[in-house]
């Protein structure tokens, strides 16, 4: 992908991301609203920009007295997916979370969506909860944990 690079999303993001997002189920995608309060706060939100055009975006939340940091969304437009490009925001996301001294991700995922099972598995994420009818249409989720930073065992 020449010319791709994955950065912090700004402000100046906005139409593109809520575009975006505009073909995701509704219960699926954030408003303009939300993006415009993702994009000031506690967030880590990044982009993936190719010739000119963002194809992909993810949200990370950050929590202040927490060491484990919360992939709330990625998207990747559907021009785009199946390019390896989820993993590749995947990695960047973990990248952001370390430098934000987070040992640990979590995510929660449709337990119906597939293909995030088979990204986050390969990524090294595991199952550490079931949520019964976490999203507002009924369906369950799987909360999914990757340890980043290992424990210290205390040795030298």
Not at 19 to 28: I, P, Q, S
Not at 77 to 88: P, V
Not at 130 to 144: K, V
Request: with cysteine; proline share 2%.
């Amino acid at each position: 992908m020449t010319g791709a690079l994955i950065r912090p999303a700004t402000r100046a993001d906005l139409d593109a991301l809520v575009a975006l997002e505009a073909g995701f189920a509704e219960e699926d995608r954030f408003d303009r609203r939300t993006w415009r309060r993702l994009l000031g706060g506690r967030t880590g939100a990044l982009v993936h920009e190719s010739g000119g055009q963002i194809d992909a975006s993810a949200v990370l939340l950050f929590r202040q007295g927490s060491d484990i940091a919360r992939l709330y969304s990625i998207a990747v437009a559907a021009g785009a997916r199946g390019t390896g490009l989820g993993a590749r925001l995947l990695s960047a996301c973990e990248d952001a979370a370390r430098q934000h001294s987070a040992r640990a991700l979590r995510l929660e995922v449709r337990v119906t969506n597939k293909s995030a099972h088979r990204l986050y598995e390969t990524a090294g994420y595991r199952v550490i909860a079931a949520l019964e009818s976490y999203y507002p249409d009924g369906e369950a989720a799987h909360r999914m944990e990757k340890v980043l930073i290992a424990p210290s065992d205390g040795a030298t």
